[in-house]
């Protein structure tokens, strides 16, 4: 079919997620090669995709079960999210200090390469678009371990 329409807020279209699926080179803030077995258990249950979103546009598209936090994490590529759904809560380093500001549906945020943040999903969670300024092939995805200590 030459036009496919699709609904992202519905129930359908969405699957667990891995996360080589999402961030395809994945690596501790410090270097290290990240197993994702180990973040997998945190992420099961937590973090879905969508089926139907094309990932050839340098886009997914995600969702995060209510209250859950992507813990920090920071990358090589510009990135903006766009929220279909749901709220977040954006916290994030600029200039040494902490910033932090909540958006919602029809709403979006920018964020420049190498800036640490966590994304935390509003109580009802979170559907949304995230896109990068290059191929996801490209992107390059740094955790900080210490984050994932409680999970």
Known sequence: MAIEHYSLLSEEGWADS??????????????????AAEVEKALKGNLRISTKVDTSFH???LRLAPGFSLPRRRSNLDGQVIVLGG??????????????????????????????????????????????????????MYWYEADWADR
């Open 87 to 140: 709220q977040f809560t954006i916290t994030g380093e600029e200039d040494g200090a902490t910033v932090s500001g909540t958006i919602g549906p029809g709403e979006f945020w920018t964020i420049t390469a190498g800036t640490p943040h966590v994304m935390t999903a509003g109580p009802e969670g979170v559907t949304y678009l995230e896109t990068w300024s290059e191929p996801l092939e490209k992107l390059e």
């Open 59 to 61: 886009v997914n598209g």
């Open 18 to 35: 891995s996360v080589d699926q999402v961030f395809p080179a994945n690596f501790w803030s410090d270097g290290g090669v990240v197993d």
